[in-house]
């Protein structure tokens, strides 16, 4: 059995996903990601489904689910989009930072993995430290990466609460003021470098998670 994805376009009225849903229970499906959105007055959710052995048969009984107007497979999130690094800050650093992480992505990408690359362009400490509280409710996040020239304070201690509740998660930040290199995984003085550097400590390919957290400062 294995986690497959679904696109199913319904009717749009009150009470079509919990139908869904019951309906995908009393097979023993398990739904472990769901989206839901409007298009063309018609209700489209994606969603990801474990304890499938059988796609076709899948299918068919999605589609005769009451306001099923039409179901495909798709492409689950991760066979799309991969593990996933998200970079945090603002300015002229932080773009340097998001072309490391996304020039390094591509040639991982060019061998045959999947890793994609986001920036969130926010300044402000408190605005940051919102944007972090808020990356425990985005999925697939493997890294993070805060580039700017000064965290500290409620930002160190969101950083510090992220971790408790995400261990494998890596964090990587520039050499900035504050105490936020308290905290995280990995220090680097080159923002180029440290964006690429969040990229190699997820991939598959490369082997460098020890060795680097083992140092945590990384200097070029």
Known sequence: MSTVAVVIKTEE????????????YERNYNIIYTHLFLEDNFGKIYMEITGVDDMSDLLRYISNIPNVVEVHAHKTLYETFG???IVVGDGEIMAKTLQGGIMEAELHNAHGETI????????????IQE??????????????VLSGSMMGGLITDEIIKLKENNNDL????????????S????????????????VKLISDIDS???VLLDNKFLKS
């Not at 890596?170 to 290199?181: C, P």
């Not at 905290?183 to 969040?198: E, F, I, K, R, S």
């Open 183 to 198: 905290v995280v995984d990995l220090v680097v003085n080159d923002p180029v470098q440290a964006g690429a550097m969040a």
């Open 13 to 24: 009225k009150s009470g079509v996903l919990h139908g869904i849903a019951d309906k995908l």
């Open 208 to 210: 460098y998670d020890d």
């Open 116 to 127: 994609s690359v986001d920036g969130m362009i926010i300044g402000g400490g408190v605005e």
């Open 83 to 85: 593990k996933r690094v």
């Open 131 to 144: 944007a972090i509280h808020s990356l425990d409710k985005l999925p697939r996040i493997n890294a993070l």
């Open 170 to 181: 890596k964090i990587v930040s520039i050499d900035m003021l504050g105490d936020l290199d």
